[in-house]
Nanobody, 125 residues
């Protein structure tokens, strides 16, 4: 059974930075994809970033150049470094994992098998 636990959210002023972490317990493999999604009240869950099968990184256009995803394989942890935060980045951020994801599904939340509980990020103007 795979379990994900996010941490690192909080309240920050616009222009500030936060680093989210997602610790994984359970089975992962060389084909594991890990991702970050976010959801604001009244909106659908949206893709933020992913490391596809451990090596290729993808970003939403809205965060490209500001957010960086990374992965510590021995510690089974994925990070999301968020810089130059904007009020529109305010959301509940979720970590997601899938062990057999295909590339065309990287940005599709319904195609991920495992999810964390989420960590709140609030950016004040």
């Amino acid at each position: 059974q795979v379990q994900l636990q996010e941490s690192g959210g909080g309240l920050v002023q616009a222009g500030g930075s936060l680093r989210l972490s997602c610790a994984v317990s359970g089975g992962t493999s060389s084909t594991t994809t890990m991702a970050w999604f976010r959801q604001s009240p009244g909106k659908e869950r949206e893709f933020v970033s992913a490391i596809f099968r451990g090596n290729r990184s993808y970003y939403a256009d809205s965060v490209k150049g500001r957010f960086t995803i990374s992965r510590d394989n021995p510690k089974k942890t994925v990070f999301l470094q968020m810089n130059s935060l904007k009020p529109e980045d305010t959301a509940l951020y979720y970590c997601a994992l899938d062990n057999r994801l295909i590339l065309s599904s990287v940005r599709v939340p319904a195609d991920y098998d495992y999810w964390g509980q989420g960590t709140q990020v609030t950016v004040s103007s």
